[in-house]
């Protein structure tokens, strides 16, 4: 049974990730200038690690084809303890 997914086809968070994604979130436009408008790009989760990637919105509409893999490379590939990703041009 695969992971559960939301509309947009990424995976559902945890209460105690989103609480995190949220928190980071509410950092960044708290204490850099107005003038820095950051856009949540990427989450990921594995065993341990939450891992949110931010961008500049001026920089966002020239990423495209972003393509994020969880690989199990752990304890004999049976946990997902590592994870790798790429962005493609």
């Given at each position: 049974?695969?992971?559960?997914?939301?509309?947009?086809?990424?995976?559902?968070l945890s209460s105690a990730y989103r609480s995190w994604r949220d928190h980071f979130t509410q950092c960044i436009e708290t204490y850099l200038p107005v003038t820095d408008h950051y856009v949540l790009l990427h989450t990921a989760s594995l065993v341990g690690l939450f891992t949110c990637i931010f961008v500049k919105t001026t920089y966002k509409v020239k990423i495209r084809d972003l393509e994020a893999k969880e690989i199990k490379l752990g304890l004999g590939g049976l946990h997902g303890n590592k994870v790798r990703a790429r962005c493609l041009r």
């Open positions: 049974m695969g992971k559960v997914k939301d509309a947009y086809g990424h995976e559902q």
